[in-house]
């Protein structure tokens, strides 16, 4: 990791970088979509971003995030740098699964799940060991219980295929 890597994953501790980082997420947002998903979280962490349909609003809500692999689904966190409230698209995400991740320049169809039990256990080690960051974030969210969700691949319907066959 770059000296740079371990000084911002130090900084993510810090009060005043979650507050910090909540007032770029707009600019952070905006450079996503510019660079079609190539640089999100100003190239800090692996990073997507995720496209979620507003559950009041029906528009498309898209918002960058760190991610980790497991095998081929991607795992993000609702930590929302340790609010006390669960970030929006999270509430998206639970009411309608259907979403896509725009990675590297490309953008999928994703189905998302809550991770719960020891699933969640494991997944959690995995997103600890990429922010550790995010342990402070459950002490300063006043204990919440910060939503891990898988994102995996949707797979499209075989249109070739009928019932039955």
């Known amino acids: 990791m770059s000296t740079v890597g371990t000084l911002i994953r130090r900084l993510g501790h810090r009060r005043w970088f979650a507050r910090a980082v909540r007032l770029v997420v707009p600019v952070d947002r905006q450079l996503g979509r510019l660079t079609r998903g190539r640089i999100v979280a100003l190239g800090i962490a692996p990073s997507l971003i995720i496209t979620t349909t507003g559950r009041r609003s029906g528009e498309p809500r898209s918002n960058p995030l760190l991610y980790v692999r497991d095998g081929e689904a991607l795992v993000v966190t609702g930590s929302n740098w340790g609010q006390a409230h669960h970030p929006a698209w999270s509430l998206n995400l639970l009411a309608d699964p259907a979403a896509t991740v725009t990675l590297d320049g490309t953008t999928l169809p994703v189905r998302g799940t809550l991770v719960e039990g020891a699933e969640r256990d494991r997944l959690w080690q995995l ?29 499209s319907a075989d249109p070739t295929r009928t019932e039955g066959s």
Do not use: K, M
Request: glycine share 6%.
């Open 127 to 155: 997103l600890l060991a990429e922010w550790p960051a995010y342990q402070t974030y459950v002490e300063r969210s006043g204990g919440r219980d910060i939503r891990i969700f898988r994102l995996t691949p949707a797979r």
